[in-house]
């Protein structure tokens, strides 16, 4: 009897975790958006492509950046891919797109890169800090900076390319 309520207890607590996740993916951006450093100076960084070329983020001063933290293994972060490559298409002229992988082997995310038609900056974070820098807590995590290099958006989760589109428009002053 009591391996049986043991049991019951964890599928209510999945089925809730799952709710939760759920509802705060349904309500949308404005709805569950993170205010981590919105306004402030973003964090600098040096990571290395996987062709060893070093980026660091205060080179791209004066451009707007869009930080995407993924994983390969990360279903919402292949969906946000979609987006990203709408976003590219339309804005490469104008911002740089730096997609953070954190912790995973280079041969796989140049297989993935590949596989997805990936054409911006991807760089590993091998030790997770760049990610502990931004208070990454879940993926995809999507940051805008503006021009000047301060924090214009900060959102966890998927973020559908209008949205982003509009955060990018507000970051370009238009």
Known sequence: ??????????????????????????????????????????????LETLEGELVELAKFKGKVVVLDFFATWCEPCVAEVKHLKEIYKEFKDSIVIISIDIREDPKRVLDFMKSHGIEWIVVIDKDGKVASKYKVTAIPTIVVIDKEGKVALFRIGLMGSKQLREAIKKALGE
């Open 1 to 46: 009897m009591g391996k049986v309520r043991l049991v019951d207890a964890l599928v209510l607590a999945v089925i809730a975790l799952v709710s939760v996740v759920v509802i705060l993916n349904v309500l949308g951006p404005s709805s569950y958006v993170d205010e981590f450093g919105v306004g402030k100076p973003a964090p600098n960084f040096q």
